[in-house]
């Protein structure tokens, strides 16, 4: 958090340094942009990288989920875990699709298309509306998803005999059901700002469909409620519980394994017995879905990170935004920021290929 905190604040120092060091800045306040002559000419010189990297990545996260969806459908979902990771695949599954209709919006060919096309509009208006609301609402699904299999993992070391009457498989399906609910829903409330009106040039004797962005008071309360939830309550508590269980996991896999270093001394498996053979394989079986949890809630970690700062920066710096005086930078940024949600819905599959026998078993037996 202290890190995250940091990032956030030492973006204004950027910014400060753009404004008042590299020529052709402009004041604060103003509605042109910063630097035209370099940070535009690094995100049109990005942006084709940008659209490519995510459509070609986006195959293998494609792929990816696809195949993790099918594997836990055949292992069948009567272990709330199992239930999870399916659910998880799903949101990652759309928030890789919508990652690559964003890489796709922004190319030139798509855009000059649409424009002959006797359609009018800004092509980050429509790249928002078509790519960047639905990727927000399934990757902060996606968030917390994430979230709640931590939870659910902590309290299956913590209440080891209590957490089947805790969570039981009603229990959890009607969680999974309600996350989708809040994760999804509220990215309906930033369309009502986006409007659309028939406009006739004379001149053409034509008539384009104009798309614009309504800054009425009752609209922006609502997009700004929307982007309070996408913005801050989402991420932060989502980011902030993952952390949480995952320290409480680490410890309690480091306190399991300096036990068990301590009482393997002088005993094998063979006399140990079969009920004690039993409990240890159970034992093990949990500790790897345990190991599968903190691998994938740190990869969530790792690149939630950036984007959690990119929206704490929207926060501090009223002026960083799509059509502030820093677009271009917050361009760049959430461009990264969306390779790096792509990357954290591409890498479960590979997490559970690795950590789950059967989980591997069931795999090859699908391309066998």
């Not at 913590?158 to 609910?181: E, G, M, Q, Y």
């Not at 996991?249 to 300096?258: G, M, Y």
């Not at 969530?300 to 820093?326: D, Q, T």
Request: aromatic share 12%; hydrophobic share 50%.
């Amino acid at each position: 958090m202290f890190q995250m905190f940091m990032w956030t604040i030492a973006y204004r120092p950027v910014l400060n340094f753009y404004v008042e060091k590299m020529p052709g800045g402009m004041a604060p306040g103003t509605n042109e942009s910063i630097v035209p002559h370099h940070l535009e000419h690094v995100y049109l010189r990005l942006q084709p990288i940008f659209s490519w990297t995510v459509l070609t990545t986006g195959l293998v996260g494609l792929a990816g989920n696809l195949l993790t969806l099918l594997v836990y459908i055949k292992l069948g979902l009567t272990h709330t875990i199992h239930m999870s990771y399916a659910a998880l695949a799903l949101s990652d599954l759309c928030c890789v699709l919508t990652s690559m209709m964003c890489g796709l919006s922004v190319m030139k060919a798509v855009t000059n298309h649409l424009n002959i096309r006797a359609v009018t509009f800004s092509s980050s208006t429509f790249t928002a509306m078509i790519a960047d609301y639905p990727h927000m609402a399934f990757s902060r699904t996606t968030a917390l998803l994430t979230a709640w299999i931590s939870v659910e993992r902590c309290l299956c070391v913590l209440f080891p005999t209590r957490v089947k009457l805790l969570i039981s498989r009603t229990i959890n399906r009607a969680v999974i059901a309600s996350i989708f609910i809040i994760g999804c829903c509220p990215i309906v409330l930033a369309y009502f700002q986006h409007k659309f009106a028939r406009q006739f040039d004379p001149d053409n004797n034509s008539t384009s469909l104009v798309f614009y962005v309504s800054s009425s008071r009752e609209v922006m309360f609502l997009y700004g409620l929307a982007f309070l939830l996408y913005g801050f309550v989402y991420p932060l508590s989502s980011w902030v519980t993952v952390f949480v269980c995952t320290t409480l996991l680490v410890n309690r896999l480091r306190q399991k394994a300096a036990w068990r270093k301590l009482n393997a001394r002088g005993r094998t498996p063979r006399n140990l017995g079969p009920e004690a053979g039993r409990k240890q394989q159970l034992s093990s079986r949990e500790d790897r879905i345990t190991k599968t949890v903190v691998i994938v809630a740190s990869i969530f970690i790792v690149c939630s990170l950036p984007i959690s700062a990119n929206l704490f920066a929207v926060l501090f710096e009223e002026e960083y935004h799509l059509m502030g005086p820093y677009r271009y930078l917050y361009m760049i940024n959430s461009m990264v920021c969306f390779m790096l949600s792509q990357l954290n819905s591409s890498l479960n599959v590979f997490v559970f290929a690795l950590m789950g026998s059967k989980f591997r078993s069931v795999l090859c037996g699908m391309f066998s």
